[in-house]
C-alpha cells in the first residue's frame, strides 16, 4: 500500500470556523490531489499540486485553498467552513498527472453543523 | 454536468457469475480510463486500466472493455467473489489532464 496518511479522520465544526485537513505521503510522488465525495457525484477534484509551492485549481475549488511547502505534505483549507462543504475528503497522489493510476489515503469525514 | 456516468447505482451478482460494470462517458477526447473499487471507510484502490488505442485489459479475473464509438467502457469480473463486494468508480483523462470520475455503483456478491 502506498504510504498516505490524512489527518484528522473525523471532524465535527461550525459553520463560519476555519478549518484545515493534512494529507502526508512518504512516497516521494511529485502530484498530489484533494477531491471530496458526495452521494450522486461521485469523486470530484478540489485542487492539486504538481510539486512544493505549484498548486492548480479542480472543478469545485471555491471556498478552499491549498498549501504545499514540502514534498510530502499537501494542505487543504476551509477559510470558512459552510454545510455544503460537508463530505468526506480524499487525499491521492501520483507520480505523473493523468496517464497513471492515483492512490488515495483513507479519506477525511467532515461534518459541518 | 457529469462527463462520466455510471448509471447503475447498485448491481447484485451470485458468486461464481459474471459481474458487468458500465461506464458511459461523453468527452471524445479522454484517452485514458481506471477502474477503482472502494470499500467502506477506506479510500479507493486501482484495479484496472486502459488507454484509448487498446480495446480490451485483462488482469486476472478483471477484464475492462472500451468501445469508443460508443463512449462505453466496461469492467467483467469473473469469476465473482463476496469480497468482490465494494463501490466501483470508473475514472477518464484526457491529454494526461485531471480524471474525472463516475458516481460509482455498488456490487453486491451474494454467497
Known amino acids: 500500500d502506498a504510504g498516505i496518511t490524512q489527518s484528522p479522520r473525523h471532524k465535527v465544526t461550525e459553520t463560519g470556523t476555519p478549518v484545515t485537513l493534512r494529507c502526508h505521503q512518504t512516497?516521494?510522488?511529485?502530484?498530489m490531489y484533494w477531491y471530496r465525495q458526495d452521494p450522486g457525484h461521485g469523486l470530484r477534484l478540489i485542487h492539486y499540486s504538481y510539486g512544493v509551492k505549484d498548486t492548480d485549481k479542480g472543478e469545485v475549488s471555491d471556498g478552499y485553498s491549498v498549501s504545499r511547502s514540502k514534498t510530502e505534505d499537501f494542505l487543504l483549507t476551509l477559510e470558512s467552513a459552510t454545510s455544503s462543504q460537508t463530505s468526506v475528503y480524499f487525499c491521492?497522489?501520483?507520480?505523473?498527472?493523468?496517464?497513471?493510476?492515483?492512490?488515495f489515503g483513507p479519506g477525511t469525514r467532515l461534518t459541518v453543523t | 454536468d457529469q462527463q462520466v456516468k455510471q448509471n447503475s447505482p447498485s448491481l447484485s451478482v451470485q458468486e461464481g457469475r459474471i459481474s458487468i460494470l458500465n461506464c458511459d462517458y461523453t468527452n471524445s477526447m479522454f484517452d485514458y480510463f481506471l477502474w477503482y473499487k472502494k470499500y467502506p471507510a477506506e479510500g479507493p484502490t486501482f484495479l484496472i486500466s486502459?488507454?484509448?488505442?487498446?480495446d480490451k485489459n485483462e488482469d486476472g479475473r478483471f477484464t475492462v472493455f472500451l468501445n469508443k464509438s460508443a463512449k462505453h467502457l466496461s469492467l467483467h469480473i469473473v469469476p465473482s467473489q463476496p469480497g468482490d463486494s465494494a463501490v466501483y468508480f470508473c475514472?477518464?483523462?484526457?491529454?494526461?489532464?485531471?480524471?474525472?470520475f463516475g458516481t460509482g455503483t455498488s456490487l453486491t456478491v451474494i454467497p
Open positions: 486502459i488507454s484509448s488505442i487498446k
Open positions: 491521492a497522489i501520483s507520480e505523473t498527472r493523468g496517464w497513471n493510476e492515483q492512490y
Open positions: 512516497e516521494n510522488h511529485r502530484y
Open positions: 475514472a477518464a483523462s484526457a491529454a494526461g489532464n485531471q480524471f474525472y
